[in-house]
């Protein structure tokens, strides 16, 4: 167990429809990171927060969109969905945000559109 | 820009055979380097990392060493179990902490 937990587990929804992923990230880690995992596109980096800034951002779809709470949980929005955005959606989290830090990653959410 | 490449599986192993996973990256300045694990179902697991040239992470018997002269991080171990089984891959980091992975590289072990 990675101290990282990620609700739902499952979600399948419509095309045009809109979910909300959470994220809840190990206890006293300020930075959370969104992937996403797809067969055609691998692992890709989606975006970053620490202590509820928006750090870094990757290939996220204006779609997209995702915000930390002052509680530290994360939050990822997907809306207006296509078929493509059927994919793993990873979060994970880490203590600081240097190059070095270990990150923990959840379970994933596995996203199906129909 | 920053990429890292991994060789591609699946890759079959027969119970203690030896293992090596090569990876090899490309990247402006200094990053660390990471190899994460995958089990059917699960998130990924950090294995083993090394965050400048010539340090050498090892975890479980897996082993990998930071080469910059070969902008290289190959990932090997002398003897695969059965339950080593898993998805594997090879990731770098410059900045923020954010990864970029490799396309990973499927193992399978048969007993």
């Known amino acids: 167990d990675s101290g990282v937990t990620q609700t739902p587990k499952h979600l399948i929804t419509a095309t045009g429809q809109r979910v909300t992923l959470r994220c809840s990230p190990r206890s006293g880690d300020l930075s959370v990171y969104w992937y996403q995992q797809s067969l055609d596109q691998g692992l890709q980096f989606l975006i970053q927060?620490?202590?509820?800034?928006?750090?870094a951002k990757g290939n996220i779809l204006e779609r997209f969109s995702a915000q930390q709470f002052p509680d530290l949980h994360s939050e990822l929005n997907l809306s207006s969905l296509e078929l493509g955005d059927s994919a793993l959606y990873f979060c994970?989290?880490?203590?600081?945000?240097?190059?070095?830090?270990?990150?923990?990653f959840g379970q994933g959410t596995r996203l199906t559109v129909v | 820009g920053n990429s890292v490449t991994q060789m591609e599986g699946p890759v079959t192993l027969s119970e203690e055979a030896f293992l090596t996973i090569n990876c090899t990256y490309t990247a402006t300045g200094y990053p660390s380097l990471f190899w994460y694990v995958q089990y059917p179902g699960e998130g990924l697991q950090l294995l083993l990392k090394?965050?400048?040239?010539?340090d050498k992470g090892s975890n479980k018997g897996f082993e990998a060493t930071y080469r910059k002269e070969t902008t290289s991080f190959h990932l090997e171990k002398g003897s695969v179990q059965v339950s080593d089984s898993a998805v594997y891959f090879c990731a770098l980091s410059l900045t923020r902490g954010k990864l970029i992975f490799g396309q990973g590289t499927e193992l399978s072990v048969k007993p």
């Open positions: 927060y620490y202590n509820g800034e928006e750090r």
């Open positions: 994970a989290s880490s203590v600081l945000d240097r190059g070095n830090t270990e990150a923990f």
């Open positions: 090394a965050t400048k040239a010539d």
